[in-house]
């Protein structure tokens, strides 16, 4: 990890693949976020893109170091599952939440990012992607709580604002 940076790992959906070819210019993390919703022929309201960062280096406490590590398998679960969805899976070196890995993050450009833990690669790939299209789909750029998987309400580490968000030292 050159100046302590996470390398980004090729874990892309087929979708966010051609948006690469079509936007050539735009920095890898871009693909796949947008900044406003975009209209379609019939005037209805789609979705903004949304991605789901897998952590692809997260083990589980015991586990053992020979063996690939669980968060590439979260991540190729999470991948199967957003297939033809338009939701975009990435990986990604560490997201530093090693207590409570398997750890994934929730992104998605002017609404709030969402970090989650103690994932199981075996079920909560689903999860992730259920809970990118409650994101995606949410006006006020808030992922709603009661609509949330169970895997996502008793893992959630972080919300974070976007970058636009401000609020007062009062």
């Known amino acids: ?5 996470p390398r980004q790992v090729d874990l892309v959906s087929p979708r966010a693949m ?8 735009l920095p890898p993390i871009c693909i796949g976020l947008g900044s406003r919703r975009v209209t379609s022929q019939d005037d ?3 979705p903004l893109p949304t991605l789901i960062l897998v952590c692809v280096t997260c083990r589980r406490p015991g586990d053992d170091a020979d063996l690939p590590c669980a968060g590439k398998a979260l991540a190729h679960a999470t991948l199967a599952a957003a297939e033809d969805t ?13 207590k409570r890995g398997l750890s994934a993050a929730i992104l998605r450009a002017g609404a709030w990012s969402y970090v989650f833990g103690d994932l199981d690669a075996a079920s909560d790939g689903p999860a992730l992607v259920a809970g990118a299209h409650l994101l995606a789909a949410s006006a006020d750029g808030l ?7 169970e895997a996502l309400k008793r893992g959630l580490i972080a919300r974070l604002p976007p970058l636009q968000y401000h609020e007062g030292l009062a």
């Open 1 to 5: 990890m050159p100046g302590g940076v």
């Open 18 to 25: 051609r948006q690469a070819r079509l936007h050539p210019k």
């Open 44 to 46: 209805s309201e789609t």
């Open 86 to 98: 338009g939701i975009s899976v990435r990986g990604a070196r560490c997201l530093a939440n090693c």
């Open 143 to 149: 992922m709603p709580w009661r609509e949330r998987p």
